[in-house]
């Protein structure tokens, strides 16, 4: 079942993680953003802008995995664009009050 539709400004679903909380983080590429879901109602609980367009992936880290990092790409910008956004393609680190949920670590065989 579909849980939200992105706004026309938020553009396409990328990279995502679950937080302690069970909600749903999703990298919005050409958004320049991460917003927070509610999968259960659908509902968007926060928006995270970042300087870039094209952010990819999150994820969460850290001594308590309260920092959330962003991922961000390059391809396709042309020199304009990145003199607009040098930090395009970098990795980024938001300070967030939630953390993501490990039952288990994944060690694979």
């Known amino acids: 079942r579909s849980i939200y539709r ?3 400004e938020e553009s396409i679903p990328d990279g ?3 937080d302690t ?5 999703v990298a919005c590429y050409d958004g320049g953003r991460v917003i927070r879901l509610d999968p259960e109602t659908g509902k968007r609980l926060q928006t995270v802008k970042l300087p870039v367009d094209k952010t ?3 994820c969460f880290g850290g001594k308590d995995y309260s920092e959330m990092y962003v991922t961000s790409a390059s391809d396709g910008m042309d020199k ?9 393609g ?8 939630l953390s993501c949920h490990f039952r288990r670590p994944f060690f694979p065989s």
């Not at 909380?21 to 983080?25: C, D, M, P, R, T």
């Not at 304009?80 to 395009?88: F, N, V, Y």
């Not at 970098?90 to 009050?97: P, Q, S």
């Open 80 to 88: 304009e664009w990145l003199s607009r956004q040098p930090q395009a």
């Open 21 to 25: 909380e069970g909600k749903l983080w």
């Open 6 to 8: 992105l706004e026309k």
């Open 56 to 58: 990819t992936s999150c």
């Open 16 to 18: 995502m993680c679950i």
């Open 90 to 97: 970098g990795i980024f680190k938001v300070n967030v009050t």
